[in-house]
């Protein structure tokens, strides 16, 4: 038997003679302990930390051998048939006894669930409280913490009478979660039911034994950890990602800190009990944590050193966490703090200054885009604050972005869902709130909806504040209108990138290379040094050009718009292309090339190309009295004309219209134009294209009754039958699971109703069927629609589709939209087909000298079943649909040169993701080292187009309001407020019936392509762009823009780069084409072009 001698002691343990701790006075509680070795002690002389210790052990285990063995049991006796008779019988006679336990327990279960849930105000006044009393617990054991570890107790002290009132709350609260819960076993074996197993059992085993332990009162310090859940509840911080961010790092530096100190000192105050406990060293608690932190630091004074055995181990083991968390969380913890001084301001606005809020997603390369282009030269000095406001913490490489433009951009933490936020930035004072997307999101239709939420909050907060937004759907962007306060007439603009992206590349497709005049003109570009007489430069002159608005001085008033036109044009060296109309006292229609009857009036606002705004800006001053000889224009300025002054006071009053344009639509009774003369027009049009026209309810497009898919499903052979010349074939990678890309608004520009019947083409879908089938719904009632289940990677699919005489091949693709993938692997599919396409040979194969004729391709011959893919108005018969018998087939005798004999040759649109993967498209771009994709070939002759280059709109639309009506005007085919509604209402086109006004929306001039060397323009016999601009306009009334012009030879593809805006010396070529804009009743010229394309090319 172990003597008492060794086990007692003499005196109360005194703190390290090196260091020199002062207890306030507050934690100086008199205590009433005495030694184990003292007369009236229980067990005297002997130690009973093992029965403290096993006291908690036994419940722990106890209980979890109890429900261990209630499972087993409950689980066998459902599994032995042999008993449930019994049990039937039983609960038979017993039923109203058993419904009732059933329903206390129920009900009490459902209490304590309401009693102890955070989601319910009693259930988050007692989570406060019990996180209270577990500081209490912390706080009541470092003053313990000062007596022997173990000892007698002649009566009850005041801190352990209220450490032990704190034990009994949270036995009950346990009791409380173990009553609510629905898995018995897991709250059992909770971290905090642990530490209530070692905390609560020793209190009451001290309260019947008047024996006291220290033992692990400090793994209260463990309940540190639910620090941010209580803030949460206290609303000390609103869902602040960073604050939760921080207040969770410091509560496991804290927690574990703690708890390592709370170890130590047990460990060394007791001893070794291997040596009987003879080499305890008297520690005190904060000396613990001193030694701990020093520790974690690495520094290591040495002024602290441990003596125990198992003291030292702990600490080797405690190194290996400890250092871990201080090296990842502390410096983390400063991070925080310094960037919440940096990031957590507010804006101070400068009277007479504006500044604009940007949001959404920001990452560096979204930001620098927008910046690069907000702030670009061309637009002269731009004396505005960007302020970007994101609810996340910049990283290193953004953080430096921001440091470079730290003049004129502020980065704030914070979301514009929380209206302090909001005030943070002045919202209610900002010029606009820029919206921008994320067009990498997996979830295309959660980002606009996330997006849609930002308008929302910001309009409740501030209605009169501009909003400018881009969206990734079409459906999302009608969803706007239903938005309170959001008017047109403010400003409040959206992008619909996938709308713009499917526009540029499909009027792409009628009109080759207009993607790349168009994205030259909406896009900023700084010049570069031009190096020789080469087709680059001619290009990159033409790529400096912009579009810019200005209302047009009162010595415009009165002319017809080619009349304006020429003018800006020989006088000012700017290019006309539209203006924005007033047909009545709210009614605005952007125009462009309208007819001659459309007359100029006073405020009319014109649209202009030109190099730089101080250019664009002649068209405001001109006087035809002051500047009628004028030779300097860069010295051009504003004259003393009264008429001149009203102008320029007024013109920034008149820069937003009144309400939303209705986007290139003809007022329906316009000056100088009856109903009557109409009508005439109507009936001579119907008469010219034999056959009644299918439009839909709102006028701008072409439909026709929705048909199934299968029913205009083709195979190779059926496809190798039909004779495709001039069609449109597009390759679309996806699979089931992807996200869609919209394809209705691919194909409304190619249904424009303002293109008569002959001028549609046939497109060709090839792709996945299960991806297709789900794309269908979008498209099903457009015309001259046909689908080919395959693989735009099978050669056999493509000469089925004979690329070889289609006008163009677009390739599009929903598989690589993931910002997960790396960045050069983004465009594998589409760089796959380039290569797969270049070396195809077509060798020359059977064929008729002529395509379908106007009658066979409408669906007006003997009864087409695939009426649908050729205009479907009248199908006639019903018959099989994969029945191809009745569409004209190629005899097998006859003989004709392909248009194209070669891959290379083929016209070719694909879609980029990465911009920098153009290298792999074009072999030529390979060998240059392009800075940017505007400046490579591939992208100045029109092959490929990238979604990047629509980024630079948001701020194009800041400082021109009116840039997304042009931009709706001239790609999309038509946008107006009806069509909008509609696609809001229920996402579909539906069918109108024919009538004047209807067939008045039709008068809208198109874009086209036409030859020097065909009619009408090789009747002009022009030398240079000047001579062809105004003898086009008078003799025509086309509008010519551009030129498409053969790259320099050696060119064995042919192919052809964009001049956008020529100047007016430049001679013209026989092999150029123009870019220009034909009024409607000017179409017969674009059949006839069509008519001779396509007898040339076979």
């Excluded at 664009?616 to 002054?645: F, N, T």
């Excluded at 042919?1054 to 100047?1063: A, E, Q």
Aim: aromatic content about 10%; charged content about 15%.
């Amino acid at each position: 038997m172990v003597t008492a001698s060794i086990y007692t002691y003499t005196t109360p343990p005194t703190f390290a003679p090196h260091i020199h701790w002062h207890i306030p006075m507050a934690m100086k509680i008199p205590h009433t302990y005495t030694p184990i070795s003292h007369t009236h002690c229980l067990y005297r002389g002997h130690r009973l930390w093992w029965a403290f210790l096993l006291s908690s052990l036994s419940v722990f285990l106890g209980g979890l051998l109890a429900l261990l063995l209630w499972k087993v049991a409950h689980r066998g006796f459902n599994s032995i048939g042999i008993f449930r008779p019994r049990r039937q019988r039983w609960a038979h006679r017993q039923s109203i006894s058993v419904q009732t336990d059933f329903n206390l327990r129920n009900a009490l279960k459902e209490w304590a669930f309401s009693v102890i849930s955070a989601q319910h105000l009693p259930g988050k006044v007692l989570m406060v409280l019990i996180f209270c009393f577990n500081i209490g617990s912390i706080l009541t054991y470092i003053i313990l913490s000062t007596d022997p570890v173990e000892s007698c107790m002649k009566e009850y002290s005041i801190a352990f009478l209220i450490d032990l009132s704190f034990n009994i709350c949270h036995l009950l609260y346990f009791g409380l979660r173990f009553l609510a819960a629905q898995d018995k076993l897991t709250v059992w074996v909770d971290l905090r039911s642990l530490v209530d197993f070692f905390t609560i059992t020793p209190s009451l085993v001290t309260l019947f034994s008047r024996r006291a332990w220290l033992g692990l009162r400090f793994i209260r310090a463990l309940h540190i950890l639910e620090l941010p859940v209580v803030l949460q509840i206290l609303n000390v911080f609103n869902s602040n990602s960073t604050t939760l961010k921080l207040s969770r790092l410091v509560a496991i530096l804290t927690g574990t800190l703690l708890t390592s100190a709370g170890f130590i000192h047990l460990l060394e105050n007791s001893g070794d009990p291997w040596l009987d406990f003879s080499n305890p060293q008297p520690l005190h608690y904060f000396e613990c944590v001193y030694f701990l932190v020093v520790t974690m630091s690495t520094v290591g004074y040495g002024d602290v050193e441990l003596t125990t055995t198992l003291g030292r181990l702990f600490v080797i083991i405690f190194i290996f966490i400890g250092l871990g968390l201080f090296a990842n969380f502390v410096p983390e913890v400063v991070q925080i703090i310094i960037n919440r001084k940096r990031f957590d301001g507010s804006f101070t606005g400068v009277s007479g200054k504006t500044h604009v809020v940007v949001c959404g997603h920001i990452t560096l390369s979204s930001a620098s885009a927008f910046m690069k282009d907000f702030l670009h030269e061309d637009r002269g000095e731009v004396d505005v604050k960007v302020l970007f406001l994101g609810n996340f913490r910049p990283n290193q490489e953004l953080e430096a972005f921001f440091l470079r433009w730290f003049l004129k951009v502020t980065f704030y933490q914070g979301s514009v869902m929380q209206r302090r936020d909001l005030e943070r930035v002045k919202m209610h004072k900002a010029g606009a709130c820029l919206i921008i997307c994320d067009r990498f999101t997996s979830d295309q239709h959660k980002e606009d909806a996330a997006n849609l939420m930002r308008v929302i909050a910001i309009k409740q907060y501030c209605p009169n504040t501009r909003i400018i937004v881009q969206m990734l759907k079409h459906n999302s962007k009608a969803f706007l209108q239903n938005v309170p306060n959001w008017d047109w007439s403010r400003g409040d603009a959206v992008i619909c990138l996938a709308e713009l992206k499917l526009g540029f590349m499909s009027q792409s497709c009628l009109v080759p290379g207009l993607s790349t005049l168009l994205t030259n003109l909406f896009t900023m570009q700084s010049e570069i040094e031009q190096d020789g007489d080469t087709w680059q430069n001619l290009y990159r002159e033409g790529l400096y050009n912009e579009i810019y608005t200005e209302h047009l001085s009162p010595s415009f008033i009165g002319m017809s718009f080619a009349q304006a036109s020429k003018l800006c044009f020989l006088k000012l060296r700017l290019l006309l292309i539209g203006i924005e109309y007033q047909s009545g006292d709210q009614d605005f229609n952007v125009l462009v090339n309208p007819p001659s009857h459309i007359k100029i009036k006073l405020w009319t606002l014109g649209f202009l190309i030109a190099s730089n705004a101080s250019d664009a800006r002649r068209a405001s001053m001109y006087c035809s009295v002051c500047h009628r000889d004028i030779k300097d224009l860069p010295r051009m300025r504003p004259c003393r004309c009264p008429e001149q002054k009203d102008v320029s006071s007024n013109t920034s009053a008149m820069s937003l219209g009144f309400r939303r344009p209705s986007l290139g639509v003809l007022p329906f009774s316009p000056e100088g134009e009856t109903l009557r003369e109409r009508e005439c027009v109507w009936e001579q049009q119907q008469q010219e294209e034999q056959q009644e026209v299918g439009l839909d309810s709102t006028g701008l497009f072409h439909w026709c009754p929705p048909v199934p898919l299968k029913d205009i499903s083709l195979t190779r052979q059926s496809a190798s039958t039909l004779a495709l010349q001039d069609h449109v074939v597009v390759c679309v990678f996806g699979d089931g699971g992807s996200s869609l890309l919209g394809l209705g608004d691919f194909m409304m520009p190619l249904r424009a109703s303002s293109l008569t019947a002959p001028e549609l083409r046939t497109v060709v879908f090839l792709g996945d069927p299960h991806y297709f089938s789900r794309e269908w719904a979008n498209i099903h009632y457009f015309p001259n629609i046909y689908f080919l289940p395959g693989s735009p990677l099978c050669g056999a699919d493509l000469r089925a589709l004979r690329v070889q005489r289609c006008a163009m091949v677009v390739v599009l693709s929903s598989l690589s939209s993931s910002s997960d993938i790396e960045p050069s692997m983004q465009d594998k599919e589409t760089i796959h087909f380039c290569v797969n396409l270049y070396h195809i040979r077509f060798s020359p194969e059977p064929g008729p000298r002529c395509t379908l004729s106007h009658t066979q391709r409408h669906g007006h011959g003997q009864g087409l079943e695939l009426g649908h893919g050729f205009g479907g108005h009248n199908r006639g018969p019903s018959h099989d649909p994969l029945d191809f018998s009745h569409v004209p087939t190629i005899p097998e005798k006859a003989e004709v040169t392909p248009a194209h004999s070669a891959g290379t040759t083929v016209p070719l649109l694909v879609e980029l993701v990465n911009s920098s993967n153009v290298c792999f498209v074009n072999e030529a771009d390979s060998q240059e080292d392009s800075s940017s994709l505007t400046l490579s070939q591939a992208f100045s002759v029109g092959s490929v187009f990238s979604v990047d280059l629509l980024d630079s709109l948001v701020a194009a639309t800041y400082f021109n309001a009116n840039v997304p009506g042009l931009i709706c005007t001239l790609v999309t085919g038509g946008d107006t407020p009806l069509l909008e509604a509609q696609l809001a209402e229920d996402n579909q086109l539906r069918g109108g019936e024919m009538s004047v006004k209807m067939w008045a929306l039709r008068q809208r001039s198109k874009l086209a392509q036409l030859a020097l060397q065909d009619e009408p323009l090789c009747s002009l016999a022009c030398e240079d762009f000047k001579e062809l601009f105004c003898q086009a306009l008078d003799s025509l009334e086309i509008l010519c823009f551009g030129l498409y012009r053969l790259l320099d030879p050696p060119n064995p593809s042919m192919k052809r780069f964009v001049i956008t805006n020529p100047s007016a010396e430049l001679p013209l070529l026989p092999s150029d084409r123009v870019f220009c804009s034909v009024p409607f009743h000017q179409s017969h010229l674009l059949t006839l072009r069509r008519a001779k394309t396509i007898s040339h090319r076979l």
